[in-house]
């Protein structure tokens, strides 16, 4: 089985910052894309950023670009996300998304999502 757990989340003044983690665990062999996805109590859960394990490709939300930057570590199978000048709308659940992942011993491609960590942004 795959597992991703994620860490970093916290409480923050508008206009701090903070950086998440991800790390997947298991018989991986091989990993398209991760990413994360936030998700607030009272909406649905909303893509955050991706970014391409192979060439480390990047896509953000409108609402985080300039403020949101992904990256990886292929050697720990990890991304991270420092997320700078924060704002309350961005307070949600945060959860890492592993896509494309394959394992041994089966040939499949399958996804996985972490359990969330709680951002928090106060005003």
């Known amino acids: 089985q795959v597992q991703l757990v994620e860490s970093g989340g916290g409480l923050v003044q508008a206009g701090g910052s903070l950086r998440l983690s991800c790390a997947a665990s298991?018989?991986?062999?091989?990993?398209?894309?991760m990413g994360w996805y936030r998700q607030a109590p009272w909406k649905q859960r909303e893509f955050v950023t991706i970014?391409?394990?192979?060439?480390?490709?990047?896509n953000y939300a409108n609402s985080v670009k300039g403020r949101f930057t992904i990256s990886r570590d292929n050697a720990k199978n990890t991304v991270y996300l420092q997320m700078d000048s924060l704002k309350p709308e961005d307070t949600a659940v945060y959860y890492c998304?592993?896509?494309?992942?394959?394992?041994?011993?089966?040939?499949?491609?399958?996804?996985?999502w972490g359990q969330g960590t709680q951002v928090t942004v106060s005003s």
């Open positions: 998304n592993a896509a494309g992942v394959r394992t041994t011993p089966t040939t499949k491609w399958s996804d996985y």
């Open positions: 970014i391409s394990m192979s060439g480390g490709i990047r």
């Open positions: 298991g018989s991986i062999v091989s990993i398209n894309t």
